[in-house]
Nanobody
């Protein structure tokens, strides 16, 4: 099973930027679809951004134009660059991996079999 280790979370003021990183173990990273989810208190887990093994991306409407997901298969790492952060972006952010081969990234949490530990992102006003 792939192991995922996240880093890069923290506290930032509104309008600032953070970059989250997720490093994966194993030899099959390049075949996985990868996703970033977030969950705030009282809200359901939400797919923020996803990327397939072929590089196809999708984003939630709330982050389009502000967040960018990318992957470096040589480093077995996926990134989430977050710009123009808003207080409503405050949540625990999770990295996840899916073995499904689809043209677009899977959108539902149960389509992802492996999860990171989560990293807190807090945006102050």
């Amino acid at each position: 099973q792939v192991q995922l280790v996240e880093s890069g979370g923290g506290l930032v003021q509104a309008g600032g930027s953070l970059r989250l990183s997720c490093a994966a173990s194993g030899r099959s990273f390049s075949t996985y679809a990868m996703g970033w989810f977030r969950q705030a208190p009282g809200k359901q887990r939400e797919l923020v951004a996803g990327i397939t093994s072929g590089g196809s991306r999708n984003y939630s409407d709330s982050v389009k134009g502000r967040f960018t997901i990318s992957r470096d298969n040589a480093k077995s790492t996926v990134y989430l660059q977050m710009n123009s952060l808003k207080p409503e972006d405050t949540a625990i952010y999770y990295c996840a991996a899916s073995t499904f081969s689809t043209l677009r990234p899977p959108k539902l949490w149960y389509d992802y079999a492996s999860w990171g530990q989560g990293t807190q992102v807090t945006v102050s006003s």
